[in-house]
């Protein structure tokens, strides 16, 4: 297994456009979340998506919003890019969520390579 | 609110030396705590889990839930230690969400 892989690689893109970024998840992982990553800081969540649905939501514009296939790959998408939206999107998969109020149980994530995306 | 704090941007020691990367954080509820490296070229990935209590790679780091840290340790550098260091902060109740530090370059020197 590939382990997660991001497409594409390297995207430019000039403000007020709209990109689309895409996941395919570990091979088996039905969740997929995504980051982004600013140049100097840490990874910041933006979505989780297990089973097709949307389980969780980080603290972005409306202007981000992502959807989760059969085959549990993922699409990020932004619309109407600002230069603020430049940065490394990475992608995570793991087995599955944690049930809310059930036992705890550990659920590792795991890293795809990162989408950069600049915007002029 | 949940917060990770990584106070050190840059650590740089001699190879030899001992490391600690410090990571504070915030969150009332039980924490589930993680170290992530990632190597220049390379995904971010998974160092150490708190729950599992394992060395990796002669990396250690306890869970002190009374100064709520979660500091990594290892008592001899390496120079193939050198990398970006993320403490995270998994939200049980979030799905597994995680909130990261800032991170912490080590620079381990010859």
């Known amino acids: 297994d590939a382990g997660v892989t991001q497409s594409p690689t390297h995207l430019i893109k000039t403000r007020g456009q709209q990109v689309t970024l895409r996941c395919s998840p570990i091979?088996?992982?039905?969740?997929v979340s995504w980051y982004q990553q600013v140049l100097g800081q840490g990874p910041q969540f933006i979505f989780q998506y297990y089973e097709k649905e949307e389980r969780g939501r980080g603290n972005f514009p409306d202007r981000f919003s992502a959807r989760q296939f059969p085959n549990y790959s993922s699409e990020l998408n932004v619309n109407a890019l600002l230069l603020g939206d430049s940065a490394l999107y990475l992608c995570?998969?793991?087995?599955?969520?944690?049930?809310?109020?059930?036992?705890?149980?550990?659920?590792?994530?795991?890293f795809g390579p990162g989408t950069r995306l600049t915007v002029l | 609110a949940q917060r990770v704090t990584q106070p050190e941007k840059l650590l740089s020691v001699f190879k030899g030396a001992p490391v600690e990367l410090k990571c504070n954080y915030s969150?009332?509820?039980?924490?589930?705590l993680f170290w992530y490296v990632q190597y220049s070229r390379q995904r971010l990935q998974l160092l150490l889990r708190h729950i599992s209590r394992e060395s990796i790679k002669g990396f250690t780091a306890d869970l002190n839930k009374g100064e709520t840290s979660f500091h990594l340790k290892k008592p001899f550098a390496q120079e193939e230690d050198s990398a970006m260091y993320y403490c995270a902060l998994s939200l049980i109740n979030q799905g597994g969400k995680l909130i990261f530090g800032q991170g912490t370059e080590l620079s381990v020197k010859p």
């Open positions: 995570a998969s793991s087995l599955g969520l944690v049930a809310g109020g059930g036992p705890v149980s550990y659920n590792e994530q795991f």
């Open positions: 969150y009332s509820g039980s924490p589930e």
């Open positions: 091979s088996g992982h039905k969740s």
